[in-house]
């Protein structure tokens, strides 16, 4: 890309118009190789309604809990032309100065505009400043070396292809780790969820449990009353057929030995104490 870049500056030849659709397109290309999505991730060209006119940053890219990054593509490359084309080292010298100081003007610039303060974005103080050609930044920066520090003190961050595709990059590894945690988030209230619905379960498995047991020793104690104690109803029932009533069907025999006896039914916890108190 930058060897592609240089080739072109050289053959624009201070085309300004040409010049920033060009720049425009390679910063299309940087968005496009980050894997943002146009539309979702980034936004090119939005205008704000402001007190001193309307502001149109080139591009706002959003980040994770509503946040954005301001990319302006808007620089003048026509110095830098002007010296990848001298031909002697007198106009080289003058273009390079021109270049360092078109450079300088446009962070001043950009650091005015205060894109920070737009109500309608939630954005750090600071912009990224789009250079299309590395060797342009890498010339601007032999020839000045405070030049990044300006641009520093003023919240402008330089930016070429390479360095704004890798802030790019990491600007996706957000999202993707956003993305993460909004799912380990949703996945933990679901088991937490789960979990309450689990307890809630148990205990009313418990409860139906005990109202079992309870149901059951009823049913028992009731039907003990049909063969334990004297006189009670099978051994009566006997006693009919003594006497000749006619029956179709007979008792259950195992019932009619237990009635014989003529035992006062416990229940299994009385009987357990009473056994206890007869070893005791």
Do not use: C
Request: glycine share 4%; hydrophobic share 40%; net charge negative.
């Amino acid at each position: 890309m930058t060897e592609e870049a240089h080739g072109l500056a050289t053959a624009l030849k201070g085309q300004t118009k040409m010049q920033g659709n060009w720049g425009e397109l390679v910063l299309e290309n940087v968005l496009a190789r980050s894997g943002l999505q146009d539309g979702s991730d980034y936004r090119r060209e939005v205008s704000f309604a402001t007190e001193s006119g309307r502001q149109r940053p080139d591009v706002i890219v959003y980040l994770p809990q509503q946040k954005h990054l301001i990319i302006d593509a808007k620089v003048s490359l026509n110095a830098y032309t002007r010296f990848v084309n001298a031909e002697d080292d007198l106009e080289r010298k003058k273009a390079i100065r021109d270049h360092v100081q078109a450079i300088a003007d446009r962070i001043t610039e950009l650091s005015d505009r205060r894109y920070f303060e737009l109500s309608e974005l939630n954005s750090p103080d600071m912009v990224f400043m789009f250079i299309p050609i590395e060797s342009a930044f890498v010339e601007a920066l032999r020839a000045d070396e405070n030049l990044f520090q300006h641009a520093v003190e003023r919240n402008v961050l330089v930016a070429t292809p390479t360095t704004l595709l890798t802030s790019l990059n990491i600007v996706r590894q957000l999202w993707r780790f956003e993305h993460q945690n909004a799912h380990s988030a949703e996945l933990a209230e679901s088991a937490a969820q789960l979990y309450q619905k689990l307890v809630g379960f148990i205990g009313s498995m418990e409860e139906l449990g005990r109202k079992l047991d309870s149901a059951k020793a009823s049913f028992t104690t009731a039907f003990s009353q049909l063969y334990s104690g004297r006189g009670n109803l099978i051994k009566r029932a006997r006693d009919f057929e003594r006497l000749g009533v006619a029956v179709q069907r007979e008792l259950p025999q195992h019932l009619v030995d237990k009635a014989e006896l003529e035992l006062d039914y416990l229940p299994a916890a009385e009987q357990r104490n009473d056994e206890a108190d007869k070893v005791a």
